[in-house]
């Protein structure tokens, strides 16, 4: 029998398990079981809470098809609300072991529960070749991506994992299922990519959704929420701090 929490973000639900007191194996498969909505516990993928040695714990994040990624914004923020309210540590500022580094969490903690949680994302990382994404240019701000019957226009970055952002006139009627699934596969990235569909409303406001890698749309993505407002920075379309508004609420992303 394996313990587990079903939490979630913005409506970026993860399976969360407790891998520090519990042992696991084939946590590929155990991902892709969790996750399917008809037979398993259903999500978008799953999140185990290891020991670290360089940090407070270590985050291992899964998609739905058992493969596994950098980071999640969103998942993360849950890890820190996981570990505090479990008992797991007493810190309201946690070191957390990623795949795309440490990341530093600060916990908002009311009535001895957290409440919120802030991360710090680092800095985005523009050159091609580490994001990764095949590319004559750095930044990549102009990349044209052919997807069936369109052409797109994608600003590329890593946020902890691989984004490419393009723009859209109406992102709430965009087919996001039928270009989404192509583009994640497209040649030009070597490790696929999690694509942002933005709308930009003014220069403090934007509009998002999200085909992430190996799990499909989801309602939101933290790092392609902050991926979104890199690019739109790059390309002078926005302010430094925007509302991302999401498929299930707002997020805020001020880039420092």
């Keep these: 029998m394996i313990k587990f929490t079903k939490m979630q973000g913005l409506g970026n639900d993860y399976v969360y398990i407790d891998a520090i007191n519990q042992k696991l194996e084939n946590e590929a498969s155990?991902?892709?079981?969790?996750?399917?909505?008809?037979?398993?516990?259903?999500?978008?993928?799953?999140?185990?809470?290891?020991?670290?040695?360089?940090?407070?714990?270590?985050?291992?994040?899964?998609?739905?098809?058992?493969?596994?990624?950098?980071?999640?914004?969103?998942?993360?923020?849950?890890?820190?609300?996981?570990?505090?309210?479990?008992?797991?540590?007493?810190?309201?500022?946690?070191?957390?072991?990623t795949l795309?580094?440490?990341?530093?969490?600060?916990?908002?903690v009311v009535n001895d529960?957290?409440?919120?949680?802030?991360?710090?994302?680092?800095?985005?990382?523009?050159?091609?070749?580490?994001?990764?994404?095949?590319?004559?240019q750095n930044p990549v701000k102009n990349l044209k991506v052919k997807a069936i019957d369109k052409e797109f226009i994608c600003t590329c970055v890593s946020t902890g994992n691989p984004h490419a952002v393009t723009i859209v006139e109406d992102v709430?009627?965009?087919?996001?299922?039928k270009y989404?699934?192509?583009?994640e596969v497209a040649n030009v990235f070597p490790n696929k990519t999690n694509v942002e569909f933005i709308e930009i409303v003014d220069k403090e406001n934007i509009k998002m959704?999200?085909?992430?890698?190996?799990s499909g749309e989801t309602l939101a993505c933290g790092t392609?929420?902050?991926?979104?407002?890199?690019?739109?920075?790059?390309?002078?379309?926005?302010?430094?701090n925007v509302l991302v508004e999401l498929l299930r609420g707002i997020t805020t992303n001020r880039m420092e």
């Design 224 to 240: 392609g929420a902050c991926g979104s407002v890199v690019a739109c920075c790059l390309n002078e379309l926005t302010n430094r």
């Design 180 to 183: 989404g699934e192509v583009l």
């Design 209 to 214: 959704r999200v085909w992430e890698r190996g």
């Design 172 to 177: 709430k009627n965009f087919d996001v299922k």
């Design 113 to 136: 529960e957290v409440e919120t949680v802030r991360v710090d994302m680092g800095e985005p990382i523009l050159e091609p070749e580490k994001i990764p994404v095949i590319a004559n």
């Design 30 to 97: 155990l991902a892709k079981f969790v996750s399917n909505r008809h037979f398993g516990v259903g999500s978008d993928g799953l999140i185990l809470i290891c020991k670290s040695e360089i940090a407070d714990f270590k985050m291992r994040m899964f998609n739905q098809d058992g493969s596994e990624a950098e980071m999640c914004g969103n998942g993360i923020r849950c890890v820190g609300k996981f570990v505090y309210d479990k008992g797991l540590t007493n810190k309201t500022t946690v070191k957390i072991e």
């Design 100 to 108: 795309a580094g440490i990341k530093v969490l600060n916990l908002n």
